[in-house]
C-alpha cells in the first residue's frame, strides 16, 4: 500500500514560518511529479507549489517570493517552507504525488493524496 503522509501545518502568526512535510511509504520505485495544494474554506483546492515532470518547480502567483518547495528523494519525502505568512493561507494544506510502485507483483503509477494539514494564519 502507498501512502502519503502529511506533517508540520499548526497556528501561527501574520509573518510567520512554518515547514510542512510529506512523505511516501511503500514499494516506491520511482516518483513523477510532486506538489502542494490547498483548500480554504467555502474554496476550491488550488496549486500552490510542485515539481513537474523535468523536475522544475512552479509556484501559485500567492506563493511566489514566500514559500519554497523542495524534497529530499533519498526519503522520498516533499517540504513546503512558507515564510511571511499570511491570514489569507489558511487552509487545508494536501500533498500529491505520482508515484510508481509495486503492487501485488505489478509494477503500475498511481496518484496518491496526503490526508491534509491544517494552517491557520491568525493574530
Known amino acids: 500500500q502507498v501512502q502519503l503522509v502529511e506533517s508540520g501545518g499548526g497556528l501561527v502568526r501574520p509573518g510567520g514560518s512554518l515547514r510542512l512535510s510529506c512523505a511516501a511509504s511503500?514499494?516506491?520505485?520511482?516518483?513523477?511529479?510532486m506538489g502542494w495544494y490547498r483548500q480554504a474554506p467555502g474554496r476550491e483546492r488550488e496549486l500552490v507549489a510542485m515539481?513537474?515532470?523535468?523536475?522544475?518547480?512552479n509556484y501559485a502567483d500567492s506563493a511566489k517570493g514566500r514559500f519554497t518547495i523542495s524534497r529530499d528523494n533519498a526519503k522520498n519525502t516533499m517540504y513546503l517552507q512558507m515564510n511571511s505568512l499570511k491570514f489569507e493561507d489558511t487552509a487545508v494544506y494536501y500533498c500529491?504525488?505520482?508515484?510508481?510502485?509495486?503492487?501485488?507483483?505489478?509494477?503500475?503509477?498511481?496518484?496518491?493524496w496526503g490526508q491534509g494539514t491544517l494552517v491557520t494564519v491568525s493574530s
Open positions: 500529491n504525488m505520482w508515484i510508481g510502485a509495486t503492487m501485488s507483483g505489478s509494477d503500475r503509477w498511481l496518484e496518491v
Open positions: 511503500g514499494s516506491i520505485f520511482s516518483i513523477g511529479t
Open positions: 515539481f513537474n515532470t523535468y523536475g522544475r518547480t
